[in-house]
């Protein structure tokens, strides 16, 4: 569960992080390129950290995706940007996409073995 949190930090640092890249080239300010470099810094440390327990493809769709999601909607709060019928449904498809990317994965069994007394995992793919 904490790796899940981890991630969900990731996308919140990587919005936070893209946001300030479009308000510091809109404004000129010093202190937007800061938080910038800081944010995108911690929210890549946060991924790598998160992917220690969750699909690296879960992980990075729901970085990518939703982050994107995010970004598109804030940009239109914030910045006044619009939203076209096509990138409504791009967004719509992105975020099926995502649903997919998670619904097929699966953790892995783990299989005691009475021999050895110890646990092993089965399958290839690991998902927490």
């Known amino acids: 569960m904490i790796y899940w949190l981890f991630l969900l930090m990731a996308i ?21 390129h800061v938080l910038m470099y800081f944010m995108i810094t911690l929210s890549y440390i946060l991924l790598s950290v998160s992917i220690k327990r969750v699909a690296l493809g879960v992980a990075y769709a729901l970085w990518e995706g939703i982050g994107v999601v995010l970004i598109t ?22 975020l099926l996409g995502i649903v997919l990317i998670k619904s097929g ?24």
């Open 12 to 32: 919140v640092t990587e919005v936070i992080g893209t946001l300030s890249m479009k308000y510091a080239s809109e404004t000129g300010n010093i202190y937007g």
């Open 73 to 94: 909607l804030s940009s239109v709060m914030l910045f006044g940007e619009d939203v076209s019928l096509f990138k409504a449904v791009g967004l719509a498809i992105l």
């Open 105 to 128: 994965t699966y953790k892995p069994k783990q299989v005691r073995s009475h021999a050895e007394g110890t646990d092993k995992i089965e399958g290839h793919h690991a998902a927490a």
